[in-house]
Each structure stands twice: as structure tokens, then as C-alpha cells.
């Protein structure tokens, strides 16, 4: 079965600073789909960003990249600048390509921002 | 654009009772889902739906019903409420399946089973 270990609960980060949430995931599958899913007190599940397996080349979206290491098994998350705003609970989450009942998430990073 | 609408935001419930999370979505998607995140863990699938009239459980369905008469609303039912419903849940939608299509998610619901 397919799991997603997040070992950091929590990370802080001086603003402007640039900080790495790491993920590691087990699959025996080849074609799969990684997401990073941001939640703010709001409660509301945010996605930051996804990246194909297929894809040798690393998602970026604006201030957050990924490095996506498919041999390793690795996926982790760079906010660069950080800012106040990205102080949230951060999951990674695995989607199986050919099964919706295979979503599964981490259990999630905190991340502080310090002023 | 509302996206996914849930409601209630909050709700306590006594022990036995039974209640329904209402879901809604208004674009168009065909997939829609349940999640359950307990404190301090990520988000569990409890049912999904890949069009109205199909249904499938997740990981954790025991003690849930859901349906899907049409294709915007995916109501989640809990018949005999029990303290380890005590959850906040998500419902969430996404357009395809297979292409790694992102989930939208709504605001959840706080439920404490008392």
C-alpha cells in the first residue's frame, strides 16, 4: 500500500528566508501524480502545487518549487521569500493515476513564519 | 463562482443521533469526495463519487452512507453518531480523473459527537 511520511510537524522560518518541507512516499506504482496542499487557519485546503510523475522536470509556481526525486522517493516543497501569509499546515499528498480511492496525504508540516 | 459549498460549518451532536453534511458544487465536476482529518493528521477518504448514480467507499466508510442523485450535490449521512466521528470533514470535487486533476476542497464542517 502506498504511504506519504511527512517527518517535520513543525518548521519556522524567518520571513524572507527560504525554507524546505520534506516528503518521502512508498509506491510500487510508476504513474502517479504528487501534490503539495497548503492549510491556513482557515481550515481550507489550498493546493500550492503538483507534479506528474512522467515529468523529469521540477513544478514551479511563482515562490514554491518542488524537487522531485522519483528514484528516491522524495518530494519536497521550497518557499522561497517567505512571507507571512504562508504560515500554515502544509500536506503532501499521492494520487494514483488510474484510482480515485488512492489519494492519500501526509500528516502534515506546520510551518511558522517569524516576523 | 461559489466552488464547494458546505453546511453546515459547525454541529454537536448527541451520541446515536443521526445527521447529513450537505455538499455542493457548481463546476460541473464529475468527481466528488469525502475526507476526515482528525487532529494533528492529514485527510482520509471516506467516499467518493465519479458521477451522479456511482458511488465508492474510501478508507474509512464504516458508519457513513452517501449519495449522488445528481451531479452537483454529494450529501454525506451519518445514521448513528459516535464519539469517533468527532472530526472536522471536507468534501472536495475535481474535474477528471487519470490526469491528475487538482481537488478542489470546501471550508469543512466541525462535528463533536457528545
Known amino acids: 500500500a502506498q504511504t506519504v511520511t511527512q517527518s517535520q510537524p513543525e518548521m519556522s522560518v524567518q520571513e524572507a528566508e527560504t525554507v524546505t518541507l520534506s516528503c518521502t512516499y512508498d509506491t510500487s506504482e510508476s504513474d502517479y501524480y504528487l501534490f503539495w496542499y497548503k492549510q491556513p487557519p482557515s481550515r481550507q485546503m489550498i493546493l500550492v502545487i503538483r507534479q506528474e510523475a512522467y515529468k523529469q522536470q521540477n513544478a514551479t509556481e511563482n515562490r514554491f518549487s518542488v524537487n522531485f526525486q522519483k528514484a528516491a522517493k522524495s518530494f519536497s516543497l521550497k518557499i522561497s521569500d517567505s512571507q507571512l501569509g504562508d504560515a500554515a499546515m502544509y500536506f503532501c499528498?499521492?494520487?494514483?493515476?488510474?484510482?480515485?480511492?488512492?489519494?492519500?496525504f501526509g500528516k502534515g508540516t506546520r510551518l511558522h513564519i517569524l516576523p | 463562482n461559489a466552488g464547494v459549498t458546505q453546511t453546515p460549518k459547525f454541529r454537536i451532536l448527541k451520541i446515536g443521533q443521526s445527521m447529513t453534511l450537505q455538499c455542493t458544487q457548481d463546476m460541473n465536476h464529475n468527481y466528488m469526495y469525502w475526507y476526515r482529518q482528525d487532529p494533528g493528521m492529514g485527510l482520509k477518504l471516506i467516499y467518493y463519487?465519479?458521477?451522479?448514480?456511482?458511488?465508492d467507499k474510501g478508507e474509512v466508510p464504516n458508519g457513513y452512507n452517501v449519495s449522488r442523485s445528481t451531479t452537483e450535490d454529494f450529501p454525506l449521512r451519518l445514521e448513528l453518531a459516535a464519539p469517533s466521528q468527532t472530526s472536522v470533514y471536507f468534501c472536495a470535487s475535481s474535474y477528471h480523473l487519470g490526469i491528475g486533476q487538482p481537488q478542489h476542497f470546501g471550508d469543512g464542517t466541525r462535528l463533536s459527537i457528545l
Open positions: 463519487s465519479v458521477g451522479a448514480g456511482i458511488t
Open positions: 499528498a499521492y494520487r494514483s493515476e488510474n484510482r480515485d480511492d488512492k489519494i492519500i
